[in-house]
Nanobody, 116 residues
């Protein structure tokens, strides 16, 4: 069973950038699709971005044009490049993926805080 571990979060000022990584314990070649989610305090977890094995992507309206999801199958890692960050992007960010008929499961996430 492939496990995913998120990293790259931190404190950043509004307008800044961060790149999140989602590293897999094994090959991500068959993980399709892969997802980034986030959960802000007091709110439900929401889908941020999706990427298929063929590289097709889709984004929540709130991040479209600012965030870019990508995957590097050779490095068994998925990324989320976040630019023009806003305070409302503050959340714990999680990755997940479909692995055949099951999901890989949730990790601990990585905290992103956007504040001046």
């Amino acid at each position: 069973q492939v496990q995913l571990v998120e990293s790259g979060g931190g404190l950043v000022q509004p307008g800044g950038s961060l790149r999140l990584s989602c590293a897999a314990s094994g090959s991500i070649f068959r993980l399709n699709p892969m997802y980034w989610y986030r959960q802000a305090p007091g709110k439900e977890r929401e889908l941020v971005a999706i990427i298929t094995s063929g590289g097709n992507t889709n984004y929540a309206d709130s991040v479209k044009g600012r965030f870019t999801i990508s995957r590097d199958n050779a490095k068994n890692t998925m990324y989320l490049q976040m630019n023009s960050l806003k305070p409302e992007d503050t959340a714990v960010y999680y990755c997940n993926a479909r692995n055949g008929a099951t999901m890989t499961g949730w990790g601990q996430g990585t905290q992103v805080t956007v504040s001046s």
